[in-house]
């Protein structure tokens, strides 16, 4: 049991070292010490990020005839705020330990647990009291109370208020969706296990505007639960380690009638990957109430008028790309390796000169390179021997690596090695970009076929 644990700690420690030798994730602002609860992505990690969010947007708009896509400002009209319910009600319970005066979120049973581990005794904790996690800032040339605003604790927000200029600069019909991808800023009373719980972090949020209806409500919500479970699991994610948890009533945010989530089964317990929520009409209505604007939707067939309902699925970018990398992490055979999805994979091939001290094959694998680099993100390394250079990439998730060799010059052709399978085959180099793409695409097609 206890080396079961070391080994999950271990698996962490491994893949946070991996995330900043590699250059995925960085610790945010770390010459000055850090800055507790951000993170920056590093060279290979802004691949990674613009991979996932760009196949989220792919299947959840390009591809779909019910939903459009916006893009909104993180700063708002505090008023925005007050009319959600989040400078009320968005809050986590707060207790202090009496002793070392560290603060912890008392519904996090484990955490206070381990807390009271390190002091060895029983701790009192002060009464715990509600903590409101909307991150402020100040606006404009004056500091107080009048430019006082909030960095936006979720990104609905941004679509809720713009529902009438969706609904008028579009021909959307019911049940339409509206799609963001963005930051979101939470003042976290413990942030923590890397990036999964961040001050700092970004959102893919589908809302789905659906008749009021209890029979469409449980139908689109049970739509999208599936939806979103198959989306992760084309993604390669081990079906193990995924499920679904349904909300108990005390647990749900203010604004969900009912709230399920993706759990993963991460090195430390399962833990909520994304969440489906059913916010009823709780957003248009209370703008409508603190705006006086009608938010109201008017259905085309039988010209009655009403506020519609909103399936919501909000995941996070951040939480993706941790347990994606913690799923597709490898060691096998003295080698360590990422099996990610080949659409992830921040390069989809590297190319290798056999030796960088000969003119011909440089100047050869310099030319497939350029080739490629136009069609897909590609990799060049020339340094240290081959099995360095594999070694190098597999750490990377790169899924095929393209070696240059003195065959080539005559034969023209090139050795591909398959990250999985470590495989070798000689293909043409006229054919090399065909094969590729149609090796990624065979992947590609198979999240295309949800
Ligand atoms: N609009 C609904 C909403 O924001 P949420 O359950 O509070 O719902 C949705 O957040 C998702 O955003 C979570 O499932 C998680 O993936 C991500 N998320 C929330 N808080 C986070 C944090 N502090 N750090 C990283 N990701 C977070």
């Given at each position: 049991?206890?080396?079961?644990?070391?080994?999950?700690?271990?698996?962490?420690?491994?893949?946070?070292?991996?995330?900043?030798?590699?250059?995925?994730?960085?610790?945010?602002?770390?010459?000055?010490?850090?800055?507790?609860?951000?993170?920056?992505?590093?060279?290979?990690?802004?691949?990674?990020?613009?991979?996932?969010?760009?196949?989220?947007?792919?299947d959840t708009v390009q591809l779909r005839d019910d939903v459009v896509g916006v893009d909104?400002?993180?700063?708002?009209?505090?008023?925005?705020?007050?009319?959600?319910?989040?400078?009320?009600?968005?809050?986590?319970?707060?207790?202090?330990?009496?002793?070392?005066?560290?603060?912890?979120?008392?519904?996090?049973?484990?955490?206070?647990?381990?807390?009271?581990?390190?002091?060895?005794?029983?701790?009192?904790?002060?009464?715990?009291?509600?903590?409101?996690?909307?991150?402020?800032?100040?606006?404009?040339?004056?500091?107080?109370?009048?430019?006082?605003?909030?960095?936006?604790?979720?990104?609905?927000?941004?679509?809720?208020?713009?529902f009438k200029n969706i609904i008028n600069s579009t021909r959307v019909k019911i049940p339409f969706g509206v799609a963001q991808i963005g930051k979101a800023f939470r003042n976290e009373i413990t942030p923590g296990n890397f990036t999964f719980r961040s001050r700092e972090f970004e959102q893919m949020?589908?809302?789905?505007?659906?008749?009021?209806?209890?029979?469409?409500?449980?139908k689109w919500f049970d739509y999208w639960k599936k939806n979103r479970m198959d989306w992760y699991l084309s993604l390669g994610i081990k079906k193990e380690n995924l499920r679904f948890r349904d909300h108990a009533l005390n647990e749900r945010a203010h604004y969900a009638r009912m709230a399920t989530d993706i759990e993963y089964k991460s090195p430390w317990g399962w833990q909520?990957?994304?969440?489906?929520?059913?916010?009823?009409?709780?957003?248009?209505?209370r703008h409508q109430q603190f705006s006086g604007e009608d938010m109201s939707f008017s259905d085309p067939q039988t010209g009655e008028k009403y506020l519609l309902w909103d399936i919501e699925t909000s995941a996070g970018v951040d939480r993706s790309i941790l347990f994606l990398l913690i799923d597709a992490y490898r060691e096998e055979g003295g080698r360590v390796y990422l099996k990610l999805h080949p659409a992830?994979?921040?390069?989809?091939?590297?190319?290798?000169?056999?030796?960088?001290?000969?003119?011909?094959?440089?100047?050869?694998?310099?030319?497939?390179?350029?080739?490629?680099?136009?069609?897909?993100?590609?990799?060049?390394?020339?340094?240290?021997?081959?099995?360095?250079?594999?070694?190098?990439?597999?750490?990377?998730?790169?899924?095929?690596?393209?070696?240059?060799?003195?065959?080539?010059?005559?034969?023209?052709?090139?050795?591909?090695?398959?990250?999985?399978?470590?495989?070798?085959?000689?293909?043409?180099?006229?054919?090399l970009a065909e094969y590729l793409k149609n090796k990624l695409n065979e992947d590609e097609n198979k999240i295309l076929k949800l």
């Open positions: 049991m206890a080396q079961t644990k070391d080994k999950k700690e271990n698996l962490m420690e491994k893949i946070v070292s991996l995330c900043k030798r590699r250059g995925f994730i960085f610790p945010g602002s770390e010459i000055y010490g850090g800055l507790s609860g951000t993170w920056d992505y590093g060279p290979v990690g802004a691949l990674f990020k613009k991979n996932i969010k760009d196949l989220w947007w792919r909104a400002a993180i700063m708002m009209n505090p008023k925005a705020w007050e009319a959600s319910g989040h400078t009320e009600a968005f809050s986590d319970p707060l207790v202090e330990c009496k002793i070392c005066h560290e603060r912890f979120r008392a519904d996090k049973e484990m955490e206070i647990k381990n807390h009271e581990k390190t002091h060895n005794k029983t701790i009192e904790w002060t009464k715990s009291k509600k903590f409101n996690l909307l991150v402020k800032a100040y606006l404009g040339v004056l500091e107080g109370e009048e430019s006082q605003i909030y960095l936006r604790g979720e990104i609905t927000n941004g679509v809720s208020v713009n949020e589908v809302q789905f505007y659906i008749k009021p209806e209890e029979k469409e409500g449980k909520e990957f994304m969440g489906i929520h059913h916010r009823g009409d709780w957003d248009l209505k992830l994979s921040p390069y989809k091939a590297a190319v290798f000169p056999l030796l960088a001290n000969k003119p011909e094959l440089v100047k050869l694998a310099r030319k497939i390179y350029d080739d490629l680099r136009p069609q897909f993100m590609t990799a060049w390394d020339d340094r240290g021997n081959i099995g360095k250079r594999y070694y190098s990439q597999d750490e990377l998730g790169t899924p095929f690596c393209v070696t240059v060799d003195f065959d080539s010059l005559e034969d023209k052709k090139v050795t591909v090695r398959d990250r999985d399978t470590m495989k070798q085959e000689r293909i043409s180099i006229l054919k």
